[in-house]
């Protein structure tokens, strides 16, 4: 049976369109309230508009871009209660990923885990912002993935791109000792497959997060 090439090709071409608008509006090349028109994408991405129009649609739904058919489309505001609530659905997901996968976790699981909370530490001890969101959001992923809760793993897909937002914000204010103490003991939460013991703490260091957002 022959294959559908040209949808195949589409849903790629899309997904790259998604990669490079979301990449440069978290690394600021694309400024919000920047006005996004189909002609100039189509140009500097060199993919036609049809694909750049499921990605616009894709990161709208994100909140990463505002769109009013026939007047604008645009990169959304930075939304300082947004992001915030963005971060706090992202640690209820984490945390629910926590309690109910943790009795699935292998040896494997816990070298993964283990890997990931190491570079977080890294970035911090860097003031890397934007790296620390990144690595981040990739630890949060892995919980859900380890879980194996497809349906978690896509609402983190449309919550953690706000969370991303914050790599630019965040320079100048992260607290690496805070970091190094959270990841150690959620490690030894893990390593004990203690599932509340391990809510307590991602419920702890979001709520510190978001502490940090409120002086922003």
Known sequence: MPMPTDHV????LSEEAYVRIEA????????PGERLRDADLVEWLGIS????????????????????????????????RGVL???QVAGDLWAGAALR??????ADDDELIGDIQAELVAAAANDDAPRLV????????????????AVRIRTLGNVLPQVRRLGRKLHGH?????LERFARDLREATAR?????????????????GDVLTTL
């Open 85 to 87: 609530e963005s971060v």
């Open 101 to 106: 996968g943790l009795p699935l976790w292998e």
């Open 49 to 80: 508009r049809t694909p750049i129009r499921h990605a616009l649609d894709r990161l709208a739904e994100q909140g990463l871009v505002e769109m009013e058919r026939n007047r604008f489309t645009r990169v959304a505001r930075f939304d300082i």
């Open 174 to 178: 992260l607290d690496p000792l805070a």
């Open 134 to 149: 990144t690595v981040f959001s990739q630890l949060v992923v892995a919980f859900a993935r380890i879980e194996d809760n």
């Open 9 to 12: 090709a589409r849903i790629s």
């Open 24 to 31: 440069a509006i978290m690394d600021g090349t694309l400024e």
């Open 193 to 209: 497959r203690d599932g509340p013991a391990a809510v307590t703490l991602i419920d702890g260091y979001v709520t510190r997060i």
